[in-house]
């Protein structure tokens, strides 16, 4: 009989991997919302972000001409200073059956817990320049608001987390009682849907990223920063040179 196959047929596990690359454990308890049918979660899930965070690193003996390389050599600016953010995503979710009749099923979201691990934290000022020149500082506080906007992942993440929490405790509260093989078939789609959805958002905070870092390297900010030394500083003369 349907109601007495094991709970554990019909419990599931979701994971998802997503590498994300750029350049330049919390408790969240969202509350319970109402439901439309009749399978409104009997408690909120766990949810937790796993962040574990990689110090910025600082990396001063490239030089100038490889800078540029990497970063794609684009001939219209001469690349002082680079930062480079890479984390490897992956996603847990999952759902126990509770029994509301016979051979009827409810699905409870028991756990959702994303896991971000910063695989890389890079901050590159060029060989030719020294510490404690005007050049130097200038290029260190620029390539530090990219890092600000790198670590700021961070708290978006965390809002999409609570957002996805409370869209699922929704969606399983609309649901109706319905057979072990519905659950089941319902739990499979539940966890594609989702994972599809973690992988969705965490491409969105991707572009927000990539759109902050795009307005702090506009032409006007580099050709403030060229000039924030003098007419005749290393960016005119020293970097121009070791590039060529």
């Known amino acids: 009989m349907p109601s007495q196959r094991p709970r554990r047929e019909l419990t599931g596990v979701i994971g998802v991997v997503v590498a ?3 350049w330049g454990s919390i408790h969240l308890m969202p509350g319970i919302a109402k439901a439309q049918g009749t399978c409104a979660p009997i408690r909120a899930p766990e949810a937790f972000l796993e962040f574990n965070h990689v110090a ?3 990396d001063r003996y490239r030089s100038i001409r490889w800078l540029n390389s990497r970063a794609g050599g684009d001939p219209r600016f001469l690349v002082t200073g680079l930062t480079e953010y890479e984390v490897n995503a992956s996603f847990d979710m999952r759902f126990e059956p509770r029994q509301v009749g ?6 409870d979201p028991v756990l959702v817990n994303p896991k971000v691990d910063v695989a890389k934290h890079l901050v590159y000022i060029p060989a030719e320049l020294s510490p404690g020149t005007c050049e130097y500082d200038v290029v260190y506080a620029h390539e530090g608001e990219h890092v600000k906007i790198n670590q700021g992942m961070e708290a978006d ?5 609570d957002d996805l929490v409370n869209d699922v405790v929704a969606k399983v509260g609309a649901m109706f009682p ?8 319902a739990m499979r789609r539940l966890m594609s849907e989702y994972g599809r959805d973690f992988k969705r ?3 969105d905070i ?7 870092h795009r307005q702090l390297d506009t032409p006007q900010e580099y050709e403030r920063l060229s000039l924030a030394c003098g007419p005749n ?7 121009q040179d070791a590039v060529r």
């Open 233 to 239: 500083s290393a960016f005119q003369t020293v970097l």
């Open 201 to 203: 958002r965490l491409i």
């Open 102 to 107: 016979y051979g009827r099923y409810c699905l």
């Open 20 to 22: 994300l690359l750029m």
């Open 206 to 212: 991707r572009r927000k990223s990539r759109e902050k």
């Open 157 to 161: 993440i965390r809002v999409a987390l």
């Open 56 to 58: 910025p690193m600082l």
């Open 178 to 185: 319905m057979s072990a093989e519905n659950a089941q078939r």
